[in-house]
């Protein structure tokens, strides 16, 4: 008996099953626990970037009221710090006494609240034998990393530099972004407790399981004996994605103390050891024929890595796949320096990859003398070029158009500084939108109570992206309940494994599971009915039932039938569960993406170079959607990410000692209500019937995409200065 799933409770704008919780203050963060007997930690952080410690003076910390004890390098328990994957970071938690990075922990101090903590961390006087750090991308060790998760580094095909030196047409570039920070509303925040040898851990992650592997392996225990728990996120965008110092840090303090310890980041923190999107240096080369047809792509990225770290910005994956060409020479190149490792944040790769190869593109468009929507059009790739296998679904022709009409794009006259509005010079923009469709291995249950209410749950984490809501319309249209008898619960490690919400990953993956456990536990209670002779069902075939707000029927008698409440009673009261794992072990047979095309329009200030954002237009083809008014707001919120990183943000680093100067949301600049224009979004229809069981592509991040080069060449368009550079600031319009 499959799930109807046609019904039209999936896609619909169900309100968030967990908004009231949110409004209300109901919903527990991580570091809202009420643990008894908690105390606090809080981070000592170097002020070098290279070198040593000599000395730490605790003297004047340890004699405040309220502390319990200062952990440094001398006292702390030692454990595994180094990484145990490739896919994990190698964390800086008071193992010795060198210095490889600003900000980098150096000392915890742990007292009876957080304000005798913060106070007695500023008396901590450390002592340094300092080094000359590496700074600058001339300054570091170059090189070609292995691989990009997974994937090969380097992508050749043909002789892209041969082709790039006889096309008719050239464009060859270097566009750069700087450092961007992550700034969830929710700093990175842990509670860790320890009974006897189990550890539990309330943790502000976007993922429970691999929180756990890491602690499990760090103090040297059996996996069973951690415990995770992340019910609600206040936003990750990446950073919560990986675990950081602070999170061992904390176990580590509890270990010391014998106590419950929180240690919660404060905002300048965030600027040291929880990530950030590294710079880029990127050379983007095209040739085309006059017409515009590509001959050669040639995309040469330069990134930012830790000394003790690998971490791979993949700014040129998107340029293997999204336009079709007879040759191409994708590289990417890592250089070591004395920051922080780099970590993932929303679209890793492909946004600051799309804003070069966008704005190329643009570039193109001009010496060509063709339309930005032409061009792209011209070299549509209608199977993957790099992979030579068709795409499990592609509607990005679908999203061009739609995009175009919904901007009105034909009103965009195509000479720079050839459209006004009073004084202020006008420019219309667009660019292409590009994700890849991932899924993992996930797992759930699903639970029919004796009352008829079930109970699903997940060990994925709500990083605040809707999954609690989502996840309640599949197993509530699957199960034949009404939304609100629908309990769904995520975020613990004791739950059924799922994989962290990154990568748009999550829905897709545990979504297809939720669909699988409840038509389990569906076909369990079914079965159960047919079987039982005091049942009007007993006897009828599973095919010719139908279920609705609880109740089995016959389809062709819809008046016989019974509850799920009735049934389980004359079973003496036991639930039913339906268990399932999501996966496939195949190899790929399709490209899967998701696609859309990003517009925008501008208005910019001939003498001040100031930039308004007027308008964004996102048109967005991503399979099957689950809640038409959570998808919305993906989209409207990674399109004003986009433009936050074409506007206005970036770490100010010193380069003489490694230093951000703006680590504080006064002076790091990210869009606020007065920034942002109006922002519509057009979701294309998509049926995908190969991504996985529900059809799902993932959207949380696709919507930044492009959204960038939109903006750089909306401002191209409106003042005939092509900004290479972001962000786009007015002085570099004026020079």
């Known amino acids: 008996m499959s799930a109807p799933f046609a019904a039209p409770l999936v896609g619909a704008p169900l309100d968030r099953v967990d908004g009231r919780r949110k409004v209300t203050g109901s919903a527990t963060y991580s570091a809202e626990w ?232 404060w905002r300048p923190q965030m600027w040291g050891s929880v990530g950030y999107r590294p710079p880029t240096v990127q050379r983007v080369a095209l040739g085309a024929t006059r017409d515009g047809v590509l001959t050669s792509q040639v995309h040469e990225v330069t990134s930012r890595t830790s000394m003790f770290d690998e971490f791979v910005e993949p700014s040129g994956v998107l340029t293997t796949m999204l336009y079709a060409s007879p040759t191409l020479r994708v590289t990417h190149t890592l250089t070591r320096l004395n920051y922080g490792t780099p970590t993932f944040m929303r679209a890793p790769g492909e946004s600051s990859g799309s804003f070069a190869l966008e704005s190329a593109l643009d570039e193109l468009a001009y010496a060509a003398g063709i339309d930005p929507v032409e061009l792209r059009l011209r070299n549509y790739a209608e199977i993957d070029p790099t992979k030579k296998i068709p795409f499990s679904s592609k509607s990005l022709r679908e999203c061009y158009g739609a995009g175009a009409a919904a901007f009105d794009w034909k009103r965009r006259q195509p000479q720079p500084r050839s459209m006004r509005d009073g004084r202020s010079l006008v420019g219309m923009g667009m660019a292409t939108a590009v994700y890849p469709t991932r899924r993992s291995k996930a797992s759930a249950a699903a639970r029919i109570e004796p009352d008829g209410h079930a109970v699903v749950r997940s060990g994925g984490v709500d990083i605040g992206t809707g999954a609690y809501t989502v996840f309640t319309q599949v197993a509530a249209q699957t199960l034949g309940l009404a939304p609100e008898r629908v309990r769904f619960e995520l975020g613990d490690s004791t739950f059924p494994e799922a994989p962290a919400a990154g990568g748009s990953q999550l829905t897709a993956s545990v979504g297809s599971a939720v669909e699988l456990a409840a038509l389990d536990a569906r076909a369990r209670v079914v079965a159960l009915a047919v079987a039982d002779p005091g049942s009007p069902l007993y006897g009828a075939a599973p095919d010719a039932l139908g279920i609705n707000d609880g109740r089995i029927f016959r389809r062709d008698q819809p008046s016989r039938g019974e ?83 074409a506007l206005l943000e970036h770490s100010r680093s010193d380069e003489r000692s490694g230093r951000v100067m703006n680590a504080n949301l006064a002076e790091y600049l990210v869009p606020v209500n007065l920034d942002i224009g109006s922002v519509d979004v057009v979701i294309v229809p998509e049926n995908d019937p190969h991504v996985n069981e529900i059809g799902v592509k993932g959207i949380g991040e696709i919507g930044v995409v492009g959204a960038a080069a939109a903006i750089a060449n909306a401002v191209f368009h409106a003042t005939g200065k092509r900004i290479r550079d972001l962000p786009i600031a007015p002085e570099k319009l004026l020079v």
Request: proline share 7%.
């Open 34 to 265: 009420p643990v008894p007997g908690l105390v606090y930690g809080y981070l000592v952080l170097s002020t070098i970037a290279a070198g040593r410690i000599s000395r730490i003076d605790v003297g004047a910390a340890r004699a405040q009221s309220g502390v319990i004890e200062i952990m440094t390098s001398a006292n702390a328990p030692r454990v595994n710090a180094k990484p145990q994957s490739p896919n994990e970071r190698n964390l800086m938690v008071l193992q010795d006494d060198e210095v490889r990075y600003d900000r980098q922990p150096v000392a915890v101090v742990i007292a009876q609240s957080f304000e005798a903590a913060k106070y007695a961390a500023s008396l901590v006087r450390v002592d340094y034998q300092t080094a000359k750090p590496l700074l600058g991308f001339a300054q570091g060790e170059h090189y070609t990393p292995s691989e990009i998760h997974g994937e090969p580094a380097n992508t050749l095909r043909g002789d892209a530099l041969l082709a790039l030196a006889q096309s008719p047409i050239r464009i060859d570039n270097v566009y750069t972004t700087p450092q961007e920070n992550h700034n969830p509303m929710e700093p990175h925040a842990t509670i860790a407790q320890w009974d006897g040898d189990r550890l539990t851990v309330y943790d502000a992650n976007q993922g429970v399981f691999p929180a756990r592997a890491r602690l499990a392996y760090t103090f040297g225990l059996p996996t069973p004996n951690v415990r995770v728990i992340t019910k609600f996120v206040g936003g990750g965008f990446g950073c919560k994605g990986s675990q950081w110092p602070h999170t061992i840090l904390a176990a580590m303090a509890a270990k010391l103390t014998g106590r419950p310890v929180r240690i919660e980041l």
């Open 563 to 645: 509850t799920y409440a009735a049934l389980l009673a004359r079973h003496g009261g036991t639930p039913i569960e339906g268990r399932a794992t999501a996966d496939t072990d195949e190899p790929p047979k399709y490209s899967m993406h998701a696609f859309g095309a990003q517009f925008a329009e501008v208005r910019v200030d001939p003498d001040l170079g100031e930039v308004r954002l007027v308008r964004q237009v996102g048109a967005f083809a991503c399979g099957r959607i689950l809640n038409a008014k959570t998808a919305r707001s993906q989209y409207l919120g990674g399109m004003v990410f986009g433009a936050g990183m």
